[in-house]
C-alpha cells in the first residue's frame, strides 16, 4: 500500500476533518492510519506496530478482516435487520464491527468500551462514526465495564480485546465468562475473537472455558487454521440457544478470500475436552491441558 508519512508523533491538526496519514500519540502508545492503495476510502489502523482494523468511508457493510465478517455472518444468522439490538464491544480499535452494527440493524443500540481515551477521540474525529445512542463509545477496562452493568441488559457481547498478540488474560476466564453470561438476556449471544498459534492449545482453553458456561457453542475458522497449519484467528461462540442454525450460515462462510468452516456444539466440545478451563488463579501459561 502506498502511504503519506507525516511526522512521527504527529496530532490532528483539525477536528472533524477525517483521516489523515501518519502516526499519533495514544494513551497506551501508538496509532498510524494508512491510506488502502486499493480503494480510495479505505484505512487501515495500525496499534503498536500491529493490524487492527480497516475501515471503508463510504460503506460501513464492507468488513476487510475476515473474522471481522465470520463475526458478523454469526450474528446475522440468528437475527433480523429488524431487532432492536442491544450491543457491547469490547475493544473498540477504528469501530468496524460496530459501525456495520449499525448499519445492518438500524434500530440497534450499541456501546463499545475502549481502554484507550485518546484512541477513542482519534477514532470519532477519523471515520465519523454514529452518534449515541446509535454507538456510544465508553473509556475503560473491559472487564470492569462489562462487570458494572445490569444482569440480562445485553443481547450480544463481542470480545475483541488485543495487547500486542495476546487477549489479556483476565478476559478470558470461566470468572469473566460468567459475568458477561450475567449481562446477556437468556438467549443471548458471547462471541470472542481468539488468536492462537498452530498448537491451537490458547483456543481449546477458551473453548472449554465458553462451553462450561453456555448450553451451545459454535467455532468460525478457515480450515488450515483449525487444522494447526497456520496462526491467526478463531471464533467462538456461546450461547444458551443454538447457533449457527440457518442454512444460509454456511454458505455466507465460503464466500471472501479465506471461505472458512463452522462447527457445531458437539465439535467443540470435542475439540476443548482435553483442555482445562482458564481461571483467575491459574495463569495461560499454567493452563496446561489433560494428558
Same mark, same amino acid.
Given at each position: 500500500?502506498?502511504?503519506?508519512?507525516?511526522?512521527? %508523533?504527529? *496530532?490532528?491538526?483539525?477536528?472533524?476533518?477525517?483521516? +489523515?496519514?501518519?502516526?499519533?500519540?495514544?494513551?497506551?502508545?501508538?496509532?498510524?492510519?494508512?491510506?488502502?492503495? *486499493? %480503494?480510495? %476510502?479505505?484505512? @487501515?489502523?495500525?496499534?503498536?506496530?500491529?493490524?487492527?482494523?480497516?475501515?471503508? @468511508?463510504?460503506?460501513?457493510?464492507?468488513?476487510?478482516?475476515?473474522?471481522?465478517?465470520?463475526?458478523?455472518?454469526?450474528?446475522?444468522?440468528?437475527?433480523?435487520?429488524?431487532?432492536?439490538?442491544?450491543?457491547?464491544?469490547?475493544?473498540? +480499535?477504528?469501530?468496524?464491527?460496530?459501525?456495520?452494527?449499525?448499519?445492518?440493524?438500524? $434500530?440497534?443500540?450499541?456501546?463499545?468500551?475502549?481502554?484507550?481515551?485518546?484512541?477513542?477521540?482519534?477514532?470519532?474525529?477519523?471515520?465519523? #462514526?454514529?452518534?449515541?445512542?446509535?454507538?456510544?463509545?465508553?473509556?475503560?477496562?473491559?472487564?470492569?465495564?462489562?462487570?458494572? @452493568?445490569?444482569?440480562?441488559?445485553?443481547?450480544?457481547?463481542?470480545?475483541?480485546?488485543?495487547?500486542?498478540?495476546?487477549?489479556? $488474560? +483476565?478476559?478470558?476466564?470461566?470468572?469473566?465468562?460468567?459475568?458477561?453470561?450475567?449481562?446477556?438476556?437468556?438467549?443471548?449471544?458471547?462471541?470472542?475473537?481468539?488468536?492462537?498459534?498452530?498448537?491451537?492449545?490458547?483456543?481449546?482453553? *477458551?473453548?472449554?472455558?465458553? +462451553?462450561?458456561?453456555?448450553?451451545?457453542?459454535?467455532?468460525?475458522?478457515?480450515?488450515?487454521?483449525?487444522?494447526?497449519?497456520?496462526?491467526?484467528?478463531?471464533?467462538?461462540?456461546?450461547?444458551?440457544?443454538? #447457533?449457527?442454525?440457518?442454512?444460509?450460515?454456511?454458505?455466507?462462510? @465460503?464466500?471472501?478470500?479465506?471461505?472458512?468452516? #463452522?462447527? %457445531?456444539?458437539?465439535?467443540?466440545?470435542?475439540?476443548?475436552?482435553?483442555?482445562?478451563?482458564?481461571?483467575?488463579?491459574?495463569?495461560?501459561?499454567?493452563?496446561?491441558? $489433560?494428558?
Amino acid at each position: 500500500m502506498g502511504r503519506r508519512r507525516t511526522p512521527k %508523533n504527529a *496530532e490532528p491538526a483539525v477536528a472533524g476533518v477525517g483521516p +489523515a496519514a501518519g502516526t499519533y500519540r495514544t494513551d497506551t502508545g501508538t496509532a498510524e492510519l494508512i491510506p488502502d492503495g *486499493e %480503494n480510495p %476510502n479505505g484505512w @487501515l489502523l495500525m496499534l503498536n506496530g500491529v493490524q487492527s482494523s480497516h475501515v471503508d @468511508l463510504a460503506d460501513p457493510l464492507r468488513l476487510d478482516f475476515e473474522y471481522m465478517r465470520w463475526i458478523m455472518a454469526l450474528v446475522q444468522d440468528r437475527w433480523p435487520a429488524a431487532e432492536k439490538l442491544r450491543t457491547l464491544s469490547l475493544g473498540g +480499535a477504528a469501530c468496524a464491527m460496530p459501525r456495520y452494527l449499525v448499519a445492518a440493524f438500524p $434500530h440497534s443500540r450499541n456501546v463499545v468500551v475502549e481502554i484507550d481515551g485518546k484512541l477513542a477521540a482519534y477514532v470519532r474525529d477519523w471515520f465519523d #462514526l454514529p452518534r449515541a445512542p446509535l454507538l456510544k463509545i465508553r473509556v475503560g477496562e473491559a472487564r470492569q465495564v462489562t462487570e458494572t @452493568l445490569s444482569e440480562s441488559s445485553r443481547d450480544l457481547i463481542i470480545r475483541d480485546v488485543f495487547a500486542g498478540a495476546v487477549t489479556p $488474560h +483476565a478476559l478470558t476466564t470461566a470468572e469473566f465468562t460468567a459475568a458477561a453470561r450475567k449481562v446477556l438476556v437468556p438467549d443471548g449471544v458471547y462471541v470472542v475473537n481468539c488468536g492462537d498459534s498452530p498448537a491451537l492449545a490458547t483456543a481449546r482453553r *477458551e473453548a472449554a472455558t465458553i +462451553a462450561a458456561a453456555f448450553t451451545h457453542t459454535a467455532i468460525i475458522a478457515d480450515p488450515p487454521m483449525l487444522k494447526g497449519r497456520r496462526s491467526g484467528n478463531i471464533i467462538i461462540a456461546g450461547s444458551d440457544a443454538p #447457533l449457527g442454525t440457518g442454512a444460509g450460515l454456511p454458505r455466507a462462510l @465460503l464466500g471472501g478470500a479465506m471461505p472458512a468452516q #463452522l462447527w %457445531n456444539d458437539a465439535r467443540v466440545r470435542q475439540f476443548g475436552q482435553s483442555a482445562l478451563p482458564l481461571t483467575d488463579t491459574v495463569p495461560h501459561s499454567d493452563a496446561a491441558p $489433560h494428558p
